[in-house]
């Protein structure tokens, strides 16, 4: 296997793009965009030969090293002042907002780990208010906020009573516009709480099985293509507790770095060896697979019971999709199981909004575990596994979330019907087919937008989540409020969620967006005038 190196610079820039079709195999490098010094590079892999079907595009831009070098003394002045006022906080001249061990209490064992709280004290808390805003509206394409003020630096929050009304929403996983409350789906949804109730009040294996759970698990397995399917009251659970019950002691996990923490807390319960390759590096992911049939288990040096690989559909943090057609050949070769969680693609992408799969044109059987989420494209909440009958059947047994939690909710599983029918087609429209599209085109729109514009953005062409970069400390709660005056809401990440150096806001867009919302959004003096000081890289 032929591999050009994975992070190949050139001009400071890391892209990676496949476009094998057929039996072609090139090199090509084009340029993004007039105004920009950057250059794409399309990389076409020999194993990659004839897995693509279409260009695979994907951009992250190595960050500057004057930026890096002033992202790392913006820390490093915050944490001097953050020693600093934990001095004064020792000595009772500075006030103490957050919770600390008794005097009493300090020959005790830790009830809280001082270490880790300074980042919460000290940095989080200067830019808190840029987070858990609360709304008072339907988390559409507009959303309506609850105004609040803190007297005491973002510590506490005072609510005026007044609404902040129509702000732009581009922080919900809203992909496909279900999250409303007029419409085919809130009727149906209104409908079956009239005649089910809210609850059910018990677990599936008792007395909590509705006949709406059946046709609800029956139209999932007929919309991801796969012989069962079944649905759990919460997503992250339907990672964290089911990954447990496929592996244990002897298995191994081979994860993604980049993978979202249900996947991580799901592999560390499990009990099994965990292994992190580099994200979506296929040459990685080769080289463990290669070694862990080599070498086997350590000291005894058995064959391992089974090699599990986790991977996402699309990364929701990078707003990359994962390189599945080389995932599948790699599984195949070393005969490894694949788990794919697509709690962000499942409806955001392939021509039948089915995923990642569907993205690519790939067989549904060729991956042995698919896993989703209900909570965004769909407007409901839960996940789901679909897979192999014998697997599901295994599942329902052995699963502590389907043995152990409640039912779903009727009205949330109306929900999930009732969209899943719309974006099929049953429901006698092209509403659904519609709105697949608009996501399509709205994601290409504002990505092109920001790329003229001149700003550095993440991941692959055609993933509705966009991250934008903002770097430095400071940045992150000035662009959020910013463009919260603008009535912009947006969603602001740091460390550590992401690396120290590569802080972000995250634009997530949906069907329901208009061009017009876009345009607000894009439109040179809102964003130059909210962050034109510390993002200049316009000509």
């Known amino acids: 296997i032929c591999y050009m190196p994975q992070h190949f610079s050139y001009d400071k820039t890391i892209s990676r793009v496949e476009n094998t079709i057929g039996n072609s195999f ?48 913006g820390y490093g002045i915050l944490t001097i002042f953050g020693y600093l006022r934990d001095f004064l906080r020792d000595w009772k001249i500075e006030r103490c907002h957050v919770a600390r061990e008794r005097e009493e209490q300090r ?14 004290r000290n940095l989080y808390m200067r830019i808190r208010d840029s987070w858990n805003r609360p709304i008072c509206s339907v988390p559409g394409a507009k959303v309506d906020l609850v105004e609040r003020v803190s007297p005491d630096y973002n510590w506490t929050f005072d609510y005026t009573g007044k609404v902040v009304e129509g702000v732009i929403n581009m922080g919900s996983y809203n992909y496909l516009g279900f999250a409303e409350n007029t419409g085919y789906c809130a009727d149906a949804s209104a409908e079956v709480t009239m005649k089910y109730g809210v609850g059910v009040a018990s677990t599936r294996q008792e007395m909590g099985n509705l006949d709406r759970h059946e046709e609800m698990e029956e139209l999932v397995a007929k919309f991801l293509g796969v012989e069962s399917a079944m649905a759990f009251g919460m997503g992250f659970a339907t990672n964290s507790m089911n990954i447990p019950a496929l592996t244990g002691k002897g298995c191994l996990i081979l994860s993604d770095e980049l993978n979202h923490a249900s996947l991580v807390l799901g592999a560390r319960l499990s009990g099994s060896t965990i292994r992190v390759f580099k994200h979506n590096n296929m040459q990685s992911l080769e080289k463990m697979l290669r070694d862990a049939i080599v070498h086997g288990q350590p000291r005894t040096h ?24 080389e995932v599948i050949a790699l599984k195949k070769r070393y005969r490894a199981y694949l788990y794919l969680d697509e709690a962000h693609s499942i409806g955001a992408l392939g021509p039948g909004g089915r995923g990642v799969v569907d993205y690519f044109g790939l067989d549904p059987r060729d991956v042995d575990v698919m896993m989703g989420t209900f909570t965004k494209s769909f407007g409901a909440a839960g996940g789901y596994i679909g897979g192999r009958k014998e697997l599901l059947e295994y599942l329902r047994s052995h699963s502590h979330s ?28 092209t509403l659904g087919r519609d709105r697949v599209q608009q996501l399509a085109e709205n994601t290409l729109y504002f990505r092109r937008r920001l790329t003229e514009m001149g700003f550095i953005i993440y991941g692959n062409n055609d993933s509705p989540v966009v991250p934008m970069m903002l770097y430095m400390p400071a940045k992150i709660g000035a662009f959020g409020r910013e463009m919260l005056k603008r009535n912009i809401g947006v969603v602001v ?24 919302m876009l345009d607000t959004v894009t439109i040179p003096p809102c964003l130059q005038t909210a962050s034109l000081s510390f993002l200049s890289k316009l000509p």
């Open 107 to 120: 020959d005790f064992v830790p009830l809280y780990q001082d270490f880790e709280n300074f980042y919460t």
């Open 26 to 73: 090139n090199l090509h490098l084009n340029s993004v965009h007039e105004n920009l010094t950057t250059t794409v590079i399309f990389m076409c892999t020999t194993s990659g030969l004839g897995l693509y079907s279409r260009p695979f595009i994907e951009s992250f831009e190595e960050t500057p090293m004057l930026v890096a070098v002033l992202t790392y003394m």
């Open 402 to 429: 389907a043995v152990y939690a409640a039912s779903m909710s009727p009205p949330v599983v109306e929900q999930i019907i009732a969209s899943m029918k719309c974006i099929m087609g049953e429901d006698g429209t």
């Open 302 to 325: 058995r064959p391992w019971k089974k090699i599990l690989i986790l991977v996402e559909g699309i990364y929701s943090m990078e707003g990359s999709i994962v390189r599945l057609p």
């Open 493 to 516: 990440v740091g460390f550590p969620a992401t690396p120290i150096i590569e802080s972000r806001a995250r634009f997530c867009i949906s069907a329901a967006h208009t061009k017009d």
